[in-house]
């Protein structure tokens, strides 16, 4: 007998040999024909086969995605239609016309990638040529063909977080595909196996048999010989031998889909009656949702622990800690604490763990949202008001309970009053309203969105007003000055129609009361310059706004920020620009002209205001921006409803230069250093008296100019009708508050500044000037037409004298006349044209004559350079002589 066939050593096998005989039994023999093969044949329905074929289009579809590839995207689109064309009769039959879950999925997946994509300008032009072609061909096709399905995307998007039908679809088939693998299985196959050889009996307590143990075909033979026999072979035969057969591998992939199916139920939160009636057992329906039942002890603590607050907190901590991980589920963080919320609740753990959760639930809505600079979405946003304000609920409730960055996680006191919880209210706060801008700025602002969404700002100004309780009990006072600078935020532009009252109860606040508390507070309580400047400029903002000029000019004039603004951060400096530009039409309204030009005049000589005011951006030539700097100017714009009429702002200025410019060109015509007030009127002036024909104005801007050289002729009656009428007052004055003052206003400076131009112009044609004519003419009161002339006789503007007897302007005739004046200018530019013609032609002739003379002395150099060799030569000759001699 060959020893290679034993398990022991040699000694045991000789022994073992003569105790009893040992039958072998033979291999097993294994015959396998020409035409026959081990194989099996799964049969599957059509509705399998079409739904594998729409998955697979559906995965290479969102392979496609994460590379952005549009042209891949685009055919594999279109393969999904033809395939889903294919599937339609199955879908009819099976799904009565309803598409399947999945394909609505990737349906809204791609309506949503391919908006993302089309929405971001920056990155659309750094595509291809032909994958941005085929954006636009997808784009296209995609809104024709999601237009069958609108309902069906409408309802998926309602609640996306839902499995899809396919899951369930795919434990079916994964039964169905085992039912038909028994099926095959209880079948004659191709293959034939001889019959088993018998195996020898189990031992009976001889544990010196154990070796000799030929018929174990498990795991135990290996664990044995190995554990205990380590210096034993392993025999070929116990190598070779097959360990689990293929029922049992069958039977344990069957427990396994059972197990994975029974986990994906328990996710999804449905159980169905048949699984029920299967298992036997008595199931319990879960509905998903805000309203699942959550048992005492839910599955992230252990079934016989005590939970108390330390343990949450450590659960706290341990989700926590995944904050800000590569391939963290922010969704799933949001879920489980609202989980852990929701157990502390049941086992009454205290209000301080509460507010220490629901601090942590707002920290993971802000994670959520992976861009800073891009808006959190309006679901989220909307939690998190209701989180914050769940928090200052709680803050507002106990008066023993505090909220402050200052402690730390071993100073907090969680079980006991005083209650300490580390957070910070505020800077929750501030970023909150900052979303609330982001999701302002993200909408159309002419569309219902933006209306909609302009509501939420009552909540958010209800919320800070809270806050600013909670604050002004436990805060600092820096942190209070925080606080009251977000409400100064949300205040300082709009306009109370209670302050212009005039029967309001004394009791009661208005906005200019409550601006100037808060600010005030600001003025004597900030450490820093950024919250007291923002703080003056809003309150000058504000008392322009309701054309408290005297109190906004005085402020300004007192806080000196005209010589600082300009090394402040761009924020603060966007809102200097926008107090200057309020500050100016305040000026105008009060008839200010001269104030209201020099508030203007910085913003409006750039021809940039719409970006000094941040309310949007000029293309750019030549790459003057870049795509950075686009981006971050992009963020610093104002929402809409925060946005000063640039028309309006134009339309002042330009009206304000008008009443300035012309009665000081009137006065200085013919002066040579005449200086321009105004750069921009004079060349909108000088580029219309160039035009050889001038047509009706159309444009604002072209209003402006054809009042202006109506002015300068005198007609005040065209000028008025230039500036005031039904299209100027329909896109100008009727957006002013007192429209109807500021027309009246507008006709008597344009009355008055035609009479001094007037004056100016036609002064030296009269030798008087009754009083009562130029009253009667420009339809003025003989006092104002008298305080006019008066003023401008004091000022030297006019050489003349009054007669009180006769009301007359007697007029002195030493200016001269047109003609005169003419003469002189003519005589001064000929004059000066002969002494450049002279200073030519006295460079010119010196310089002939600079020539013959640079000729003569270097002939004369030359001369004395040979005289004075000869004469050094002479003398050292001399010397020599001399030397000699001696």
């Not at 107090?579 to 105008?588: D, I, S, V």
């Not at 000094?612 to 750019?620: D, K």
């Not at 921006?625 to 409803?641: A, V």
């Amino acid at each position: 007998m060959s020893r290679f066939f034993a398990t022991g050593t040699d000694s045991e096998s000789e022994s073992s040999s003569e105790d009893e005989p040992v039958v072998r039994a033979p291999a097993p023999v294994y015959t396998f024909s020409d035409d026959e093969e081990e194989t099996k044949r799964v049969v599957r329905s059509m509705k399998e086969k079409r739904y594998e074929e729409l998955e697979g289009i559906i995965h290479s579809l969102r392979n496609h995605r994460k590379i952005k590839d549009f042209s891949s995207a685009l055919a594999s689109f279109e393969e999904l239609q033809k395939a889903y064309t294919r599937a339609a009769p199955v879908v009819a039959k099976e799904e009565n016309g309803v598409a399947p879950r999945f394909f609505v999925r990737a349906l809204a997946e791609l309506d949503d990638w391919v908006s993302t994509a089309w929405s971001d300008r920056d990155s659309r032009k750094t595509l291809s040529k032909g994958n941005s072609k085929a954006l636009t061909s997808l784009r296209q096709k995609l809104r024709k063909y999601t237009k069958d399905f609108e309902s069906e995307i409408a309802t998926f998007r309602e609640d996306p977080d839902l499995p899809d039908d396919d899951e369930e679809h795919k434990d079916t088939s994964s039964s169905d595909e085992s039912d038909d693998e028994d099926k095959v299985k209880d079948k004659p196959v191709s293959v034939r196996r001889s019959p088993e050889p018998p195996r020898r009996p189990p031992p009976q307590d001889d544990e010196s048999s154990d070796s000799m143990d030929w018929g174990s075909s498990s795991s135990d033979s290996s664990e044995s010989s190995d554990g205990e026999n380590r210096g034993d072979v392993m025999t070929i035969r116990a190598k070779f031998y097959k360990k689990t057969t293929e029922k049992e591998g069958e039977e344990e992939r069957d427990r396994r889909k059972a197990k994975r199916r029974e986990e994906r139920r328990e996710r999804s939160g449905k159980i169905s009656k048949k699984d029920q009636a299967d298992d036997g057992g008595e199931w319990e329906t879960v509905k998903g949702g805000k309203g699942a039942a959550i048992s005492d002890k839910p599955k992230m603590f252990a079934k016989d622990s005590d939970i108390d607050a330390a343990l949450v907190v450590k659960k706290l901590g341990e989700i926590s800690a995944a904050r800000g991980r590569k391939r963290t589920d922010r969704r799933a963080q949001l879920e489980l604490l609202h989980e852990l919320r929701t157990v502390a609740a049941q086992h009454n753990l205290g209000d301080a763990l509460q507010l220490k959760l629901r601090a942590a639930t707002v920290a993971a809505l802000f994670d959520y949202n992976p861009k800073v600079s891009d808006a959190m979405k309006p679901e989220y946003w909307s939690r998190l008001v209701e989180n914050v304000d769940q928090m200052v609920t709680l803050l507002l409730a106990h008066e023993d309970m505090v909220l402050s960055e200052a402690f730390t996680e071993e100073q907090e006191q969680l079980v006991t009053a005083p209650f300490r919880v580390r957070g910070c209210l505020l800077t929750a706060l501030e970023r909150l309203d900052d979303e609330f801008t982001k999701l302002l700025k993200e909408c159309d602002p002419h569309s219902n969105e933006y209306v909609e969404r302009l509501k939420d700002e009552v909540r958010v100004s209800a919320l800070i007003d809270r806050v600013c309780q909670v604050v002004e009990r436990d805060g600092s006072p820096q942190e209070i000055c925080r606080a009251y600078l977000r409400k100064i935020d949300h205040l300082y532009y709009k306009f109370d129609t209670r302050a212009v009252r005039k029967d309001l109860p004394p009791g009661e606040e208005t906005t200019i009361k409550k601006m100037e508390r808060l600010c005030k507070y600001i003025y004597a309580h900030d450490e820093t310059d950024r919250l007291r400047t923002r703080a003056i400029l809003s309150h000058i903002y504000h008392h322009a706004l309701h054309d408290n000029w005297f109190q906004a000019r005085d402020l300004l004039l007192m806080s000196h920020l005209q010589e600082t603004v300009q090394h402040s951060d761009p924020s603060t400096q966007i809102l200097y620009n926008r107090t200057m530009a309020n500050l100016g039409l305040c000026a105008f309204r009060r008839g200010n002209v001269k104030e209201a030009h020099g508030c203007l005049a910085e913003l409006m000589m750039t021809g940039k205001p719409k970006e000094l005011l941040a309310q949007g951006l000029l293309p750019q030539r030549q790459h003057e921006r870049s795509k950075e700097q686009e981006k971050i100017e992009k963020q610093r714009q104002m929402p809409f409803h925060m946005h000063i009429n640039l028309e309006l702002l134009e339309c002042v200025y330009l009206v304000s230069a008008m009443l300035i410019e012309i009665p000081y060109m009137a006065a200085h015509e013919f002066d040579a250093r005449r200086r321009m007030i105004s750069k921009t009127f004079y060349q909108n002036l000088r580029a219309s008296e160039r035009q050889a024909l001038v047509g009706p104005p159309e444009s604002m801007r072209e209003h402006a100019v054809a009042a202006a050289r109506a002015m300068r002729r005198g007609d005040w009656r065209a000028c008025l009708n230039f500036i005031v009428n039904e299209k100027m007052n329909a896109k100008v004055w009727d957006l002013m508050v007192g429209a109807d003052n500021v027309r009246a206003m507008l006709g008597r400076l344009i009355r008055e500044e035609s009479l001094r131009t007037y004056l100016f112009t036609y002064a030296h044609v009269y030798a008087s000037l009754s009083l009562r004519s130029l009253a009667d003419m420009f339809e003025l009161p003989r006092q104002r037409v008298h305080s006019l002339v008066s003023k401008m006789i004091i000022n030297e503007e006019l050489l003349a004298s009054l007669d009180d007897p006769s009301e007359c302007a007697i007029l002195h005739r030493s200016e001269p006349t047109r003609m005169q004046a003419l003469a002189l200018q003519l005589a001064d530019k000929v004059g000066n044209v002969v002494d450049s013609n002279e200073r030519i032609f006295e460079k010119q002739g010196s310089f002939f004559q600079r020539g013959g003379q640079q000729r003569g002395e270097g002939r004369q150099r030359g001369e004395g350079r040979q005289r004075e060799g000869w004469n050094r030569r002479t003398r050292n000759r001399r010397r020599d002589d001399e030397r000699g001699d001696d």
